[in-house]
């Protein structure tokens, strides 16, 4: 990966678009670095995939830290959100 990104799972999408991000303030990048999440903030998230030949080619999106308040009782355990921008979700190729 060119820069650190934190890993998510998109199958954690809570609607379109919304991501659960982390339980904690504080999480560690694919480069090594601590990140500590605070509203508003702009992350670059990833997670593992690859192509039809097995190679990695990462699922990627940035977006905007926010507070989980959805409400919805399986994200409870989530204290921070990632609202992907409107370049979406996309393979790291494609970059």
């Known amino acids: ?14 609607e379109e678009g919304l991501v659960l991000l982390s339980k904690t303030d504080v999480k ?19 997670e593992q995939d690859f192509d039809l030949d097995g190679n990695i080619d990462n699922l990627i999106a940035d977006g905007e830290v926010v507070l989980n308040k959805t409400g919805i009782p399986w994200t409870l355990n989530a204290k921070w959100c990632c609202k992907i921008d ?8 494609d970059e």
């Open 1 to 14: 990966m060119k820069k650190g990104r934190i890993n998510v799972d998109f199958n954690e999408m809570i």
């Open 28 to 46: 560690v990048d694919s480069s090594g670095k601590e990140i500590k999440f605070f509203e508003g903030m702009i992350v670059h998230i990833y």
């Open 86 to 93: 409107s370049k979406g979700i996309r393979h790291e190729s």
